[in-house]
Every structure is written in structure tokens, then in C-alpha cells.
């Protein structure tokens, strides 16, 4: 079946540590994003990519990178930069930047002790 | 993009219709209204989207008024499964432009 995966579902870490988190898609989507999500609150865009090779940043990438190689993969790293990682991350993809709806992963829990 | 409001929370009994409003009085005549939801732990889930006629599909109706200044989401049968954060999101489909996900609605179907 066609769809998002992320992995890990959940992950804990110790203050200081990169974690990378993973996504991949098989729709053949071109527009992949990625948010944050805090516990009672909506979604918050951290980068975006329209295509293979490129990406942008969202409203707050700082201590965040991505990198997008292949256009089924598109993995977050969250840098020891980032003040308060702790959250619930969601991997999000759609046929192209402009249009179309978005399907979305089961999300990523990172917990940072 | 035009912002939208919701109401914070919504009841709604078992097998009865939910109606969750969205009111988007700066909408643009390009902007279309889409729909959310997501249940606790998971990622958001599209229900449907319209740029000014009704819409139906197998999960919900969208009604938008006349003048797009607002919308209401249906969900004919609430069952329990439907227990979740409704968003409201109205976009344009011109490159560049973001799906925003606000607050939403957080709606409860209760037995």
C-alpha cells in the first residue's frame, strides 16, 4: 500500500545528542514537509522541500536541518541547537507544492531527558 | 492565506450529525477550504475540501456560504471513532503558499 513512514514512533534521547528521524514516501510524491507538534497546540511548519535537491525553511527551522537526496526520503535531524526538542513530529508529503491535499505519517514522539 | 476560527471544543451524541463551523471572512476568491482532522497520537487525516460549491464525499459534507466568508463541516453519523481535532485550513493553490494548521477544534462524540 502507497504511504508515509516514519520511524522511529518513539525516541528518547539525552540533552546534548543529534537524532535524526526518518520519512519515507512511496506515492511519488515531488513536496514533502515536516512539523512540529506541541502537546494541545497545532501543527508548526520546520522545513519543506518541493523537490529532489531542494528545501526550504519553514517558520521555525532554527536547530533543524533535512536533507533531501532521494525523492522518497526526506529525514529531520534535530541538532543539540535545538532549546526544547521535545515533541511530537509529523512527516507530510503531497504531489506537488501547488496542490492537492496532504498525506501525513504516524508522527515521531521525542522525548530529550 | 486567510485565517480561520474554530471554537476550541464541540459535544456531539453518538449517531447524531456533528456540524463544525470555520468562519474565514478574509478568504480570497482563489482560496480554497480544507479539512482535518487528527486523533490523539496521529498524524492529521484529510476529510475534504471546496472552493465554493457544497461538497460530499464518503466521510463528510463541506457547506460553504454564498459569500465564502464561512463554512461548517458534517459529519452525519458521529460515531465514537470520530473523536478528534477538526482543523480548518483555507489555502491557495498557487506555489508557495502553506497549509497553516491552527488550533482547531476539538470535538468529543460521547455514548
Known amino acids: 500500500d502507497g504511504g508515509i513512514t516514519q520511524s522511529p514512533k518513539y525516541l528518547f534521547r539525552k540533552e546534548g545528542q543529534n537524532v535524526t528521524l526518518s520519512c519515507e514516501q512511496n506515492l511519488n510524491h515531488d513536496a514533502m514537509y515536516w512539523y512540529r507538534q506541541d502537546p494541545g497546540q497545532g501543527l508548526r511548519l520546520i522545513y519543506y522541500?518541493?523537490?529532489?535537491?531542494?528545501?526550504q525553511k519553514g517558520d521555525i527551522a532554527e536547530g533543524y536541518s533535512v536533507s533531501r537526496e532521494k525523492k522518497e526520503s526526506f529525514p529531520l535531524t534535530v541538532t543539540s541547537a535545538q532549546k526544547n526538542p521535545t515533541a511530537f513530529y509529523l512527516c507530510a508529503s503531497r504531489r506537488d507544492h501547488s496542490a492537492g491535499e496532504l498525506f501525513f505519517g504516524e508522527g515521531s514522539r521525542l522525548t530529550v531527558l | 492565506d486567510a485565517k480561520t476560527t474554530q471554537p476550541p471544543s464541540m459535544d456531539c451524541a453518538e449517531g447524531r450529525a456533528a456540524n463544525l463551523p470555520c468562519n474565514h471572512s478574509t478568504i480570497s476568491g482563489n482560496e480554497y477550504v480544507y479539512w482535518y482532522r487528527q486523533i490523539h497520537s496521529q498524524g492529521p487525516q484529510y476529510i475534504i475540501h471546496g472552493l465554493k460549491n457544497n461538497e460530499t464525499n464518503e466521510m463528510a459534507s463541506l457547506i460553504i456560504t454564498e459569500d465564502r466568508k464561512s463554512s461548517t463541516l458534517i459529519l452525519p453519523h458521529a460515531t465514537l471513532r470520530d473523536t478528534a481535532v477538526y482543523y480548518c485550513?483555507?489555502?491557495?493553490?498557487?506555489?508557495?503558499?502553506?497549509?497553516?494548521f491552527g488550533g482547531g477544534t476539538r470535538l468529543m462524540v460521547k455514548p
Open positions: 485550513i483555507v489555502r491557495s493553490n498557487n506555489a508557495g503558499n502553506m497549509l497553516t
Open positions: 522541500s518541493q523537490i529532489v535537491n531542494d528545501f
